[in-house]
Each structure stands twice: as C-alpha cells, then as structure tokens.
T-cell receptor, first 112, second 113 residues
Framework: DAGVIQSPRHEVTEMGQEVTLRCKPISGHNSLFWYRQTMMRGLELLIYFNNNVPIDDSGMPEDRFSAKMPNASFSTLKIQPSEPRDSAVYFC??????????FGQGTRLTVV | QKEVEQNSGPLSVPEGAIASLNCTYSDRGSQSFFWYRQYSGKSPELIMSIYSNGDKEDGRFTAQLNKASQYVSLLIRDSQPSDSATYLCAVHQSGAGSYQLTFGKGTKLSVIP
C-alpha cells in the first residue's frame, strides 16, 4: 500500500497568492482529515470528511480556507489569499471508519 | 475546551532504560487513545492504540489506560537511540456526528547512547 500521498512536499508562495494542497488517501479508507502543525499550536484538526462529505469544519481558521473531496481518492485544501501566518506544515490523514488515522508526509508551506 | 496535556520535555533517558511518557485528557467521554511517534521533519506515525482500561503490549512498547483518572501512558522498554523522537498522545473525543482526534503537543524523548 502506498500510504497517504500529499503534494507538493514544499510550497513557497507570496502573500496574497492562492495555494492548493492535494491529498490521495489510502485506498479503502472512508475518512479523511486535514491537520495543520506549528510549533506554537501543535497539531490542529482543520476539517474532517466521511464518505467524501465534510462532517466537521470547525477547525478551519477563516473563510480564506476551503477544502473539497470530489471523490474517494482525492482531496484539496485551498488557501486564498494566503498570508504569512498560514506558514505551517499541513498534513492529510486517512482512516477506515474514523478509527486509526494514518498520515501523509505533509506539505511544508511558507508564505513570504 | 477539550484538552490533551503532555509534558513537553525533553525527557532524557540512557540507552537500555525504560522511558515513561504520560498524557492526561479532559473529556471523560473519550473512547479511543493513540500514541504517535514523530521524528524531526517527518509525519506522525501511529505506534499504539488502546481502547479499554489496562495495559496493552506490543514489542518494547506498552500503553496503559486509566479512564477513571483520565490518564494514558506509554512505556518504552530497552530504549534505543532510534527511539529519540517526539511522542504525541491523541484522544478520540466523543460527540454525536463528529469526529475529533485531538493531539497533545508532544513529549520530546532523547535516548542517550
């Protein structure tokens, strides 16, 4: 099994630009999570999908953030416009029936 | 506010010793508990899960859960330098129709050769 696949691994962008992060969950997993990790705040859950439907997006910081899951094998997290405080590592994780979650390698985002 | 608390460390132990990592949580309705290991610059890796009171052993790792005390721990026997990492405690919070896997901020473990 290839595990959770995220792209890109690193992203450097200028403030105000749109950023799109991508995730391919493990085949057969029906739950997908987007997390953000910073030194100050640790791992924070941004949004959770179950069977491609957003269930809990209470962690999305503001309207600049949006996430979609058009099918069982693909999800995106978009930030528009990006700001320097969005700089963090963004992880995607997937699980079967919301139990044990397995993480992708993450996308390190730097907004300058 | 549902919280998961860990001592940030660093926790330093000599090679071959037992490392003890602790975690407390605030939500009494929590049902599932996990330990993740995260090497610097890498993603969290699931190493243990525990769902009922008591001990669960897997190789050199033992997870302990005490729901009455809202306490979960991870013991690493015969610690190796390769165990040096940050260990994250995660708790599955209860809540109808919602999933919340809340993480502590992690304990940094350093195993000294």
């Amino acid at each position: 099994d290839a595990g959770v696949i995220q792209s890109p691994r690193h992203e450097v962008t200028e403030m105000g630009q749109e950023v799109t992060l991508r995730c391919k969950p493990i085949s057969g997993h029906n739950s997908l999570f987007w997390y953000r990790q910073t030194m100050m705040r640790g791992l924070e859950l941004l949004i959770y999908f179950n069977n491609n439907v957003p269930i809990d997006d209470s962690g999305m910081p503001e309207d600049r953030f949006s996430a979609k899951m058009p099918n069982a094998s693909f999800s995106t997290l978009k930030i528009q416009p990006s700001e320097p405080r969005d700089s963090a590592v963004y992880f995607c994780a997937s699980s079967r029936d919301s139990i044990e979650a397995f993480f992708g390698q993450g996308t390190r985002l730097t907004v300058v | 506010q549902k919280e998961v608390e860990q001592n940030s460390g660093p926790l330093s132990v000599p090679e071959g010793a037992i490392a003890s990592l602790n975690c407390t949580y605030s939500d009494r309705g929590s049902q599932s508990f996990f330990w993740y290991r995260q090497y610097s610059g890498k993603s969290p890796e699931l190493i243990m899960s525990i769902y009922s009171n008591g001990d669960k052993e897997d190789g050199r790792f033992t997870a302990q859960l005490n729901k009455a005390s809202q306490y979960v721990s991870l013991l690493i026997r015969d610690s190796q330098p390769s165990d040096s990492a940050t260990y994250l405690c995660a708790v599955h919070q209860s809540g109808a129709g919602s999933y919340q896997l809340t993480f502590g901020k992690g304990t940094k473990l350093s195993v000294i050769p």
